[in-house]
């Protein structure tokens, strides 16, 4: 990170939301703007004091402050409505009107309280576009504003390069996009959906790339979600190797990408080799399901297996996917201390070994 060290040990940036959070979030009216205000404050400090005694050197907030990991969208913009997904019936954010700024600034806000409470590097995550259609764009209830998937997120770049520009300027270390939907073109049943399965995945690049364009002055990543979180919500799971989309990564305009191999049919490690050289590599090397812990041993091995294919100096460590990836999820956030501690102590031996 900004001190160059081998093996930087990261957070991919959600945390595990105690009930008393979850609460906090579902703002119910039993608190003021100032009581919400100082108990969720207290309530991420806490969360990075986890980190920071786990010995992580890139920390987050947990995501805390936001309602869902998609949905942080509708607090940087006017347009959408909060309803109920008819398949499940869960909570569900679509876009139902033209897209407006609403309050820029929301996740730099979540990073200028960071910068006061720890000295650690800071990522702050933003969602892909590509993946706010896939998600909030629904053909009957959002037509009307935005005829097709591909308008509607073609109008959330600019909000949400606003919000790039504005993290920057707050001095973030790190700006990670989050891009799961990229990554389920890996999976054969996903590509027979689509008409031209690779001409969607470059729909999806070019938008990333449009949304990190020009800022040439901090670093950026896109994080490879191999629904790690789906398996620990038994929702689908989608395998596949890399290689039906190395093509698509290799044109993504970050400097540092995080991908998944711990997971069941995630692929062989050999495919980094072939991105380019500057590209640092995010690896997952640390499971995220709950009840599964690895241990140091497991991940340096896991590490290892990867630098026959990259140098050291690329390597960064992290989990494979975040710890509160939706809201059947439930990671128990002592196991999550374990699990970080167990990561550090990984990157500690690895740099002994290759320092």
């Not at 998609?70 to 309803?83: D, Q």
């Not at 650690?120 to 909030?136: F, N, Q």
């Not at 395998?239 to 997971?263: K, N, W």
Request: charged residues 25%; hydrophobic residues 40%; glycine residues 8%.
């Amino acid at each position: 990170m900004t001190d160059k060290r081998l093996f930087p040990a990261s957070i991919i940036g959600s945390m595990p939301r105690p009930d008393f959070v979850k609460d906090l979030i579902a703002d119910d009216g039993r608190f003021s703007a100032d009581e919400y205000e100082h108990l969720m404050g207290a309530a991420i400090q806490s969360v990075v004091a986890l980190q920071e005694a786990a010995g992580l050197d890139v920390v987050s907030d947990g995501e805390w402050r936001r309602k869902s990991y998609i949905g942080v969208i509708a607090e940087l913009a006017h347009g959408f409505e909060l309803s109920r997904n008819p398949a499940d019936g869960r909570p569900w954010t679509i876009v139902t009107d033209r897209l407006s700024p609403k309050q820029p600034g929301f996740i730099a806000k979540e990073v200028a309280f960071l910068k006061q409470h720890t000295s650690c590097d800071i990522k702050a995550t933003l969602p892909a576009p590509a993946l706010l259609g896939e998600r909030m764009w629904d053909a009957t209830a959002s037509s009307k504003a935005y005829p097709t998937r591909e308008a509607f997120i073609q109008d959330c770049v600019p909000i949400l390069r606003r919000e790039v520009e504005l993290l920057r300027d707050e001095g973030v270390a790190i700006i990670q996009v989050d891009d799961p939907h990229l990554c389920l073109f890996v999976a054969d049943d996903v590509r027979a959906g689509y008409a031209n399965p690779d001409q969607a995945a470059d729909f999806a690049v070019e938008m990333d790339n449009e949304l990190v364009a020009g800022f040439d002055d901090v670093r950026l990543a896109v994080h490879l979600c191999r629904r790690a979180g789906a398996r620990a919500r038994g929702e689908a799971n989608h395998q596949g190797s890399y290689e039906p989309i190395m093509d698509q990564l290799r044109r993504l305009a970050v400097g540092h990408i995080t991908m998944e191999f711990t997971s069941p049919g995630s692929g062989e490690m050999s495919v980094l080799r072939e991105l380019p050289e500057q590209i640092e590599i995010g690896l997952g090397c640390v499971s995220t399901l709950p009840g599964e812990v690895d241990s140091v041993d497991t991940i340096v091995t896991r590490v290892e297996q990867a630098l026959q294919f990259v140098a050291p100096e690329r390597i960064t460590l992290n989990p494979e996917c975040g710890f509160a990836p939706g809201s059947g999820a439930v990671v128990s956030i002592d196991e999550v201390y374990t699990k970080l501690k167990n990561e550090v102590a990984a990157a500690h031996r690895l740099r002994d070994k290759y320092a």
